[in-house]
């Protein structure tokens, strides 16, 4: 078996409940390279984690990478919903924050998505949210998801095109929304990240579902019917892989350490085999096991 080269991380969501400090240290035991790190909650019942300046856990979690040697590489997560900049909320306040945030961890991307109707809209707050980054060293990634409103990879190179930002793949989405290899070869100067996990090639039946399975029950990669080695060799062997595979009934059962060592393990094992994968022309159609 020949040594993955690419640099591995392990997203939040994967240990969703790990503050970053302690996610700092198990990525470092289980042999992982680097963190992304959550500095803004998705949902109501999530963990907050302050890791603004001056914080005692941004302290705290600089000073476990600089014993460790992990890095970040991306911070998330931001849900625009069309209320920053033309009244209303304004969600510019949010973002300069996180890229506070990230830029205080290292990080150089911050992940969005997009939940506005009305994506001309969408499209100028993303724009000016590129032109903020550039202050901080952080570029915004937008992560086209299945229940969203930008919900496929041509969407999302349209607007990351016209805003001058980055795309996120994240091998759930593309299979849940179906993106051909040719989408994904249209995509791949846009994309710093590829996150991966693995499922069942049958979708949830519903929104809903969706939402769970997204954000709660992915699949171990190797362990189900995405065909992750070819996503992979769609980009260069230098592009980064964030393994983000929550399971609540998992690590519950396993614990923290335990979960991340074996999900680095599976992922060692699916880096092997991207070199030998052959292309293909849609990824809901390259099914089957990757072991």
Same mark, same amino acid.
Request: include cysteine; glycine fraction near 8%.
């Given at each position: 078996?020949?040594?993955?080269?690419?640099?591995?991380?392990?997203?939040?969501?994967?240990?969703?409940?790990?503050?970053?400090?302690?996610?700092?240290?198990?990525?470092?035991?289980?042999?992982?390279?680097?963190?992304?790190?959550?500095?803004?909650?998705?949902?109501?019942?999530?963990?907050?984690?302050?890791?603004?300046?001056?914080?005692?856990?941004?302290?705290?979690?600089?000073?476990?990478?600089?014993?460790?040697?992990?890095?970040?590489?991306?911070?998330?997560?931001?849900?625009?919903?069309?209320?920053?900049?033309?009244?209303?909320?304004?969600?510019?306040?949010?973002?300069?924050?996180?890229?506070?945030?990230?830029?205080?961890?290292?990080?150089?991307?911050?992940?969005?998505?997009?939940?506005?109707?009305?994506?001309?809209?969408?499209?100028?707050?993303?724009?000016?949210?590129?032109?903020?980054?550039?202050?901080?060293?952080?570029?915004?990634?937008?992560?086209?998801?299945?229940?969203?409103?930008?919900?496929?990879?041509?969407?999302?190179?349209?607007?990351?095109?016209?805003?001058?930002?980055?795309?996120?793949?994240?091998?759930?989405?593309?299979?849940?929304?179906?993106?051909?290899?040719?989408?994904?070869?249209?995509?791949?100067?846009?994309?710093?990240?590829?996150?991966?996990?693995?499922?069942?090639?049958?979708?949830?039946?519903?929104?809903?579902?969706?939402?769970? /399975?997204?954000? =709660?029950?992915?699949? +171990?990669?190797?362990? #189900? @019917?995405?065909?992750? %080695?070819?996503? $992979?060799?769609?980009?260069?062997?230098?592009?980064?892989?964030?393994? /983000?595979?929550? =399971?609540?009934?998992? +690590?519950?059962?396993? #614990? @923290?350490?335990?979960? %991340?060592?074996? $999900?680095?393990a599976a992922a060692d094992s699916v880096l092997t085999t991207t070199a030998v994968t052959s292309p293909a022309h849609?990824?809901?159609?390259?099914?089957?096991?990757?072991?």
């Open positions: 078996m020949t040594t993955p080269t690419r640099r591995l991380g392990i997203a939040q969501l994967s240990l969703v409940g790990t503050a970053p400090p302690d996610l700092v240290s198990i990525a470092a035991q289980a042999g992982f390279d680097f963190i992304g790190a959550r500095v803004r909650p998705v949902t109501a019942t999530e963990r907050p984690y302050d890791l603004q300046p001056g914080s005692h856990l941004l302290k705290e979690t600089l000073q476990r990478m600089a014993d460790t040697g992990i890095t970040v590489e991306d911070v998330e997560f931001l849900l625009l919903d069309g209320t920053g900049l033309r009244g209303g909320q304004d969600q510019r306040e949010a973002w300069l924050r996180m890229m506070e945030a990230g830029q205080a961890l290292g990080a150089s991307t911050l992940t969005v998505a997009c939940a506005d109707p009305d994506l001309d809209r969408f499209g100028d707050h993303l724009a000016q949210m590129t032109q903020d980054g550039k202050s901080y060293g952080i570029m915004p990634t937008l992560e086209p998801i299945a229940y969203q409103t930008v919900r496929s990879l041509p969407q999302a190179v349209k607007l990351s095109r016209r805003a001058g930002c980055k795309i996120v793949v994240d091998a759930l989405h593309v299979n849940r929304f179906g993106a051909t290899t040719a989408e994904l070869e249209a995509a791949t100067d846009l994309v710093p990240l590829v996150q991966l996990c693995d499922g069942p090639a049958a979708a949830p039946e519903n929104r809903e579902a969706l939402i769970v /399975e997204s954000r =709660s029950e992915r699949g +171990v990669p190797g362990d #189900g @019917e995405f065909h992750l %080695a070819s996503i $992979l060799a769609t980009f260069a062997a230098g592009t980064p892989v964030s393994i /983000e595979t929550p =399971s609540d009934k998992r +690590v519950a059962e396993m #614990g @923290e350490l335990a979960w %991340a060592k074996h $999900l680095k849609n990824i809901s159609a390259l099914t089957g096991s990757n072991k």
